[in-house]
């Protein structure tokens, strides 16, 4: 087996791949030309065929790894981690990060078996897909003199809050008082917005994923 940089040519490849992945359908396909422009995109190969992918992605102080796929006939055999081990040598990052869905037990495993820990919970909420801005005009949000505690996703990454730079914004929704932040899907630090696609802190009707978080000072502490 191989692992390669990802081509722009194996687009088809790999989405078809990630479906029979996933079960289901798959973002991959909406993020794959991205991917190739930002970061370091990963391929394994064997034979010619790729039997799985992973994304990696540099910031000031940590790596974020995402879109770890291994092709269903080839599961078990190291796969996944090898290709989650060579993305997080190539990052360079002493402090490298993660998001699993609380329940995708196989995804959990093979990050705990690499020493990822669980630093944060966050919860995803389904809905119609709106800009920050049209969300702040409908509902009426105010800038608020705060600043931001805890951390937070943007893009579907998870940064710590010394990484946001614009202010929090307070309104109501369905009588319930709302702290939201400006990125993309929206994230709320309190409340709820029904109907609209959101992450936020807020268990009630959401799908749980966890952050997971290696580092690599820890883990020398600890050998
Ligand atoms: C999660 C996934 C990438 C694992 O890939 P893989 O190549 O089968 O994993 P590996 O063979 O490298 O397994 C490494 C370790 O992970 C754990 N693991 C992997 N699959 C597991 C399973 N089905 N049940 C329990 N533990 C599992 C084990 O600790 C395993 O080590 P072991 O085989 O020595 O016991 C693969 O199942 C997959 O593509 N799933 C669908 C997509 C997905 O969930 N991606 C992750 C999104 S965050």
């Not at 040519?9 to 030309?33: N, P, R």
């Not at 092709?71 to 090898?82: D, E, T």
């Not at 936020?200 to 502490?221: A, H, Q, T």
Request: proline share 2%; charged share 25%.
């Amino acid at each position: 087996m191989e692992i390669l940089r990802m081509l722009k040519s194996d687009k088809v490849e790999v989405v078809s791949m990630a479906e029979t992945a996933s079960g289901h359908a798959d973002y991959i396909k909406d993020i794959f030309d991205e991917w190739m422009e930002s970061g370091v995109f990963l391929k394994a190969v064997i034979d010619g065929r790729i039997v799985g992918i992973i994304h990696v992605r540099v910031f000031k102080d940590f790596a974020w790894l995402e879109g770890l796929r291994v092709h269903i006939s080839h599961r078990r055999r190291g796969i996944g981690r090898l290709l989650t081990l060579k993305a997080m040598g190539i990052s360079r990052s002493k402090v490298i990060r993660l998001l699993i869905r609380k329940n995708n037990k196989p995804s959990l495993a093979l990050a705990t078996s690499l020493s990822f820990r669980q630093i944060d919970k966050i919860y995803y909420h389904g809905g119609t897909s709106k800009s920050f801005s049209e969300i702040s005009m409908s509902l009426g949000l105010k800038r608020a003199k705060e600043t931001l505690q805890c951390g937070y996703m943007d893009g579907w990454r998870w940064f710590p809050r010394e990484y946001y730079l614009s202010s929090l914004f307070i309104g109501t929704s369905d009588n319930e008082e709302i702290v939201a932040l400006e990125t993309s899907p929206i994230f709320l630090v309190k409340g709820n917005i029904k109907g609209i696609e959101h992450a936020s802190r807020n268990p009630r009707g959401g799908s749980c994923f966890i952050v997971l978080e290696y580092n690599s000072m820890d883990v020398v502490k600890l050998a």
